[in-house]
């Protein structure tokens, strides 16, 4: 298996560099009279210098031995600030829009793939183009440290001309959002402009345009602004200049070449091309050598990292009974031939569902409902329907009409039930919407504030769109059906557990930042945080929100909602003086290291037991990719290969004794030829540095990567909105949903989140 990891290669374990006592001040003053000649980075406490003139005869600071590997922080920058001057040296042509990660774009003109639709005067003007990222990473192979360089590719706008000329040119300009571009001091020619999204013209006078900012109304010359790169503002501007039929002939291009460009097969060659291009002389395979004068150098292999350091990951059994002695390999069949896991104690037996429509669409709708209740005699895996399947003794469907598509209507849909019904309160709502719903604003989307409304009366939902309904296919209902009874409490399945004397939770943590807008500026120093909490064999116990908070209030916030869910957990499951209790926390993206200083903090607080704690990340935003150039591909239903060069699902890599990487979609897993390259997840144990001085809090360190990789991965098959393995473990799929939902609820101004905190805490409302 292929790696885009390209390895450095440094013969020696000591140096010596220059250094000085770090401060503002001086490292400011250096770099104003040196830059031309010296880079300088701040490690610790201390200025490193790397001279990268052979003539220049400046002395600067004092010699310090530095060891290559073990002092791998000071050895990392410099390689990125040596890599950047040869590059510069070797690519005078190239000016890279990023220092690090370090980006620049291809200059070749077939890597423009717009550059022939386009008339002469927009050529070169307006370009979508290749873009390269070299990113500096450090892996751990059978003990042994490695640097290596990441390579990746995009394709993104360039649109060089200001709003300046747009103005000339007639284009309005008003109302869109625009970028302030500037040149950074002493990186002209060196580095792009730098940009920032700035606001929305609100008025143009002469040359200047007025802008809506954070910061209030602020005047800035039309020749320091540029629309944003956004595909709208884009195709109104293409639409403008060559008509609509030119500009939606382009955007036919783009789509189509889509498909080839972001492939596996194509990437893996591209990658391969770049590598040769940027660490090899031109026109030979000669290695080029990366050096300062101080006698700091290195090479970079023009090959890929072939690497077979993996986990043998299993794919889970699934158990439909206490006792564990129904299972089967498949959740589907499971739930066909057992019934769900709790069918002898889930207590909604006669579930009274809600179900609002359209006035004109009742007969679809009904038809709907009887295929969801009692299946259909002619499908392969819902022949049950809802009722049977689940082993439900009945299920009431009161069906409600409205006559708008209007937030009103359902509400008083709603209400009226509510109100003049002689039924119980609802257990759930099935609620029929327009498609066009998906196209609101999230301030004024009915989808959310009907949402909203339903679950302040405690009330889970779930939606289906009119124009679905109509040709609602076997998958969708047994995947509807699935889905209402995890709403309505229920626990479809769950995972083996192996003999332990430790007891283990597994702690999601979710947040999502409130801020204003996106521009520079703007206001994000308020969180709302969400933890999930789930047992060893995947059952969901409970979902707790922490409420909105200010970021300098946020540790105490979190701290106070584990410490009362783990108050709660303990007591419910019997947890006595002495045992060995395993909190293992999954977090898609640290706050800094806020998290793990909440945790070290509970840790201390829960002295009655023996607590071991890992605090994972996982997550797709990194830059690495996997190659299987033996994987041939499979068909897809339309005979298309899919796949090619795409690793199976469950092949993986061990980068270090800390952080592996997972491939969750392979070519059986893409749902046709057009599924792009698909990049695996990556697992990491985090040991925060400012922690690890802590003896005795690092012996409750959990170390056991390879449990930690296998649970991940089986909790991937609990997402219960389907029966299809998600990409992501549940721990972190409920997390976020929950905090995407909770973000766009905020707008309606009747919500109070703190309604979820009760009954609906241990229910899966947020499928």
């Known amino acids: 298996m292929n790696l885009n990891f390209f390895p450095i290669n440094i013969d020696f374990d000591k140096y010596q560099i220059s250094t000085e006592q770090y401060s503002d001040e001086r490292i400011k003053e250096l770099r104003q009279k040196h830059n031309k000649t010296h880079s300088f980075f701040r490690v610790g406490d201390k200025i490193y210098i790397s001279n990268s003139q052979e003539k220049n005869e400046i002395s600067l600071g004092s010699i310090e031995e530095v060891k290559t590997f073990i002092d791998a922080d000071i050895t990392e920058s410099l390689i990125k600030h040596v890599f950047f001057r040869t590059f510069k040296n070797h690519f005078s042509d190239r000016i890279p829009i990023d220092f690090y990660p370090f980006r620049f774009f291809s200059i070749n003109e077939k890597d423009d793939l717009i550059l022939s639709l386009l008339p002469q005067d927009l050529k070169g003007k307006i370009s979508y183009k290749k873009l390269i990222e070299v990113q500096l990473r450090k892996i751990e192979l059978n003990g042994k440290v490695q640097f290596g360089f990441v390579i990746n590719t995009d394709r993104n706008w360039i649109f060089t001309k200001s709003c300046k000329e747009l103005n000339a040119e007639g284009f309005d300009l008003n109302q869109v959002e625009v970028i302030h571009s500037e040149i950074l001091p002493g ?23 007025i802008l809506n900012t954070n910061s209030g109304n602020e005047c800035i010359p039309l020749s320091e602004l540029f629309i944003r790169k956004t595909h709208f503002n884009i195709c109104n501007y293409l639409n403008f200049k060559i008509g609509p039929d030119a500009c939606s002939r382009l955007f036919d291009v783009i789509k189509n070449r889509k498909n080839n460009i972001y492939s596996a097969e194509y990437t893996f060659e591209e990658i391969g091309r770049i590598a040769r291009g940027l660490f090899l002389e031109i026109g030979s395979k000669k290695k080029i050598l990366f050096q300062n004068k101080d006698g700091f150098c290195f090479t970079v292999t023009s090959q890929p990292l072939q690497i077979q350091n993996s986990i043998d990951l299993k794919s889970p059994t699934f158990i439909f009974d206490y006792p564990a002695t129904k299972y089967s390999k498949s959740p589907d069949k499971g739930l066909n031939d057992f019934g769900p896991y709790d069918s002898t104690t889930f207590d909604i037996k006669s579930p009274n569902i809600l179900c609002i429509c359209h006035q004109s669409n009742r007969g679809t709708f009904s038809n ?22 689940y082993e439900l003794y009945d299920i009431k469907l009161n069906i409600k009409e409205i006559s708008n598509y209007t937030v009103t209507e359902y509400f008083n849909a709603i209400t009226d039930h509510i109100r003049n019904s002689n039924q119980p309160k609802p257990n759930i709502a099935i609620v029929a919407i327009p498609e066009n719903f998906k196209k609101e604003k999230d301030q004024d989307n009915p989808y959310y504030k009907i949402k909203a409304k339903l679950l302040s009366l405690e009330i889970p939902v779930q939606f289906i769109t009119v124009e679905k309904i109509e040709f609602c296919n076997e998958y969708i209902m047994n995947s509807i059906a699935l889905q209402i009874y995890a709403k309505l409490g229920g ?23 409130i801020r204003s807008n996106q521009f520079k500026g703007a206001e994000q120093n308020r969180i709302v945080g969400i933890t999930t909490f789930m047992s060893s064999d995947g059952q969901y116990i409970l979902g707790e929100k922490i409420k909105d908070a200010q970021y300098d209030n946020y540790f105490q916030e979190l701290l106070n909602s584990l410490n009362e869910s783990i108050d709660s957990i303990s007591k419910e499951q019997g947890w006595n003086d002495g045992d060995t209790i395993r909190l293992l926390f999954h977090i898609f993206k640290p706050i800094k290291s806020i998290e793990f200083d909440v945790i070290s903090e509970l840790v201390l607080k829960k002295s009655k037991f023996k607590i071991q704690f890992a605090f994972i990340t996982i997550s797709k935003l990194h830059p690495y990719l996997m190659f299987e150039t033996n994987q041939n591909g499979i068909p897809d239903n339309n005979g298309k290969i899919k796949g090619k060069y795409i690793p199976d699902r469950a092949q993986n890599i061990i980068l270090d004794p800390e952080t592996c990487l997972i491939q969750m979609l392979g070519a059986k897993e893409l749902k046709t030829s057009k599924h792009a390259m698909s990049s695996p997840i990556q697992i990491k144990i985090l ?14 360190l959990y170390h056991d990567l390879s449990h930690i990789t296998q649970q991940i991965y089986a909790f991937t098959y609990l997402s219960w ?29 009747t919500w109070d989140a703190d309604i979820l905190n009760y009954k609906l805490k241990r229910k899966k409302w947020f499928l």
């Open 368 to 389: 709907f409902l009887a295929k969801l209740k009692d299946g259909d005699a002619n499908s392969k895996f819902f022949k049950k329907g809802l009722q049977k399947k």
């Open 721 to 749: 909105r389907g029966f299809l393995p998600s990409e992501e473990p549940a721990t972190m799929l409920y997390s976020n949903l929950i905090s995407n939902l909770l973000g766009k609820m905020r707008y309606v101004p």
């Open 687 to 700: 040991r925060p540095k400012n922690q690890i001085q802590n003896k005795e809090l690092e012996k409750l």
């Open 187 to 209: 990186m002209k020619n060196i580095l792009a402009p730098n940009e920032e999204l700035i606001g929305i013209i609100s008025e143009i006078q002469g040359n200047n345009a």
């Open 491 to 513: 626990t479809p399945w769950v995972l083996p557990t192996h003999p332990s004397v430790d007891r283990e939770i597994i702690i999601g943590i979710g947040h999502s930042w």
